[in-house]
């Protein structure tokens, strides 16, 4: 099923066409920069007569700047106020994650892959584990599926939460940032009660969940979750209808869905345009199947439509959060198979046999058959995938990290043509880019 969120009433465009006969973007071999070049001055009735200045200007945005967090640089081509293109320039935050990922055991990969999308860490774990776990061919237990699925929804609201917060500063909202963050806490309270830390938790391993979950989680759970619809409810009144954010979100930074098919884009991004692409529902996994929850889509593709996804789907996923708490099954949380699992904690005190296994595991880690295999899932900023390649040992010889945002970064393209500088602010926050898996 899919929900359909009515288009608002569309301010007017009055914004200048394309320019067919722009030049082609000149650049050098590694060059980073955009070239200014003589823009041929039509004069009209509001024009001063002895201006002769045509030329266009290049200008940097970022990387220090409040908008794009010291980690991305946007050069723009301006024409006045008009962003004429934009380039986006990565490589600030590069750490080579995927190459030291393919010096890692499988045991160690997960503390890797989790500090790429550090807002949504649970989903790298998550197609990490699955990746290892097609290679080895085993199915995790019934429990530790339906915890998956109730920890990524929670990380999804965590994501979508902190996009709030912080495209509502960007923008100007500035009393945003306080509200998004305070029942962000909640839920990052909530994971640290489970998994033991906020961020970057190595929680989702091969063959399912480092811990079971702790006494009194469901009454946590459910008075989290409680919250969160109360503060969602405060952001819609907030900003839906407020004549401010309508003139700053309305109609800016459209993009079609032809435009988001050919760039590769997924996620808010792409259901902004009206195509209901949801891996959940689509490509179901873990127990996708057994809940009930609409994909939110809208049609307009705007800055407005994009911030409006994302606030409905906190609400979808507290629904599914729900019902993982009222079908969460008994029984093991982790397979029962001592070449992936350590032995239980108390045994180590107890059993030389398994102390060695324990050390074996923790240091040399298991071998995976030879093979290849690409895994993927729905995390809040669309699909992750892992490319991941075995030759019998104990590392993979491959590993590549599908990360939306390194995708989804190109909508900028299409999307901040022709608009004005201060909308360019607008139409990169709405994106939600994070940069630790663009440059990973």
């Known amino acids: 099923m899919t929900a359909r969120i009515q288009p608002d009433e569309q301010h007017p465009d009055h914004r200048i066409p ?64 008009e962003v004429v293109r934009a380039k986006a320039v990565i490589g600030y935050l590069h750490t080579g994650m995927e190459k030291t990922g393919e010096e890692l055991t499988y045991v160690q990969g997960a503390t890797n892959v989790t500090r790429m999308d550090y807002a949504s860490p649970l989903s790298n774990e998550l197609v990490y584990a699955t990746a290892i776990e097609r290679l080895l061919d085993i199915e995790v237990p019934p429990r530790a599926t339906w915890m998956r699925m109730m920890l990524v929804e929670l990380n999804r609201i965590s994501s979508h939460l902190l996009f709030q917060a912080t495209n509502g500063m960007d923008i100007g909202a500035v009393s945003m940032m306080l509200y998004g963050w305070r029942e962000r806490e909640e839920v990052l309270r909530l994971l640290e009660t489970i998994t033991g830390l906020r961020m970057n938790h190595d929680y989702i391993r091969p063959g399912g969940v480092a811990a079971d979950l702790p006494d009194g989680w469901r009454e946590h759970v459910a008075d989290t979750m409680d919250l969160v619809e109360a503060g969602v409810a405060d952001y819609d009144a907030l900003l839906s209808e407020n004549p401010i954010w309508l003139e700053r979100t309305v109609g800016i930074g459209r993009i079609t869905t032809e435009e988001c098919l050919a760039l590769s884009i997924t996620g808010p991004i792409l259901r902004s345009t009206g195509f209901a692409w949801d891996l959940r529902k689509a490509q179901p996994y873990l127990a996708y199947d057994d809940v009930d929850f609409d994909v939110i889509f809208t049609e307009n593709g705007d800055v407005f439509d994009r911030y409006r996804i994302r606030l409905y789907e906190i ?3 507290v629904k599914i959060v729900r019902q993982c708490v009222a079908k969460m099954p008994s029984g093991d949380f982790r397979v029962q198979d001592r070449k992936v699992t350590p032995p239980p904690r108390a045994r180590i005190d107890e059993s030389m046999e398994a102390l060695i296994h324990h050390f074996k595991l923790f240091t040399e880690g298991f071998k995976v ?65 994070i940069m630790g898996e663009v440059d990973r």
Request: charged share 25%.
């Open 18 to 81: 394309d320019d067919e006969a722009r030049l082609e973007r000149q650049t050098g071999e590694g060059a980073q920069e955009l070239h200014t070049r003589a823009r041929e001055l039509v004069l009209t009735g509001g024009t001063w007569p002895g201006d002769e200045l045509g030329d266009t200007m290049v200008i940097n945005m970022g990387p220090q700047h409040p908008s794009t967090h010291g980690v991305l640089r946007i050069m723009m081509e301006l024409d006045s106020e």
């Open 315 to 317: 609400l979808e996923s």
């Open 369 to 433: 058959p030879a093979g290849e295999t690409y895994t993927s899932v729905e995390s809040p900023r669309g699909e992750i995938g892992c490319y991941m390649v075995s030759d019998g040992s104990g590392k993979p010889v491959r590993m590549h990290i599908r990360g939306p945002s390194f995708y989804n970064l190109q909508s900028m393209g299409p999307m901040v043509k022709d608009s004005l500088v201060a909308d360019a602010v607008a139409i990169v926050s709405s994106i939600d880019p």
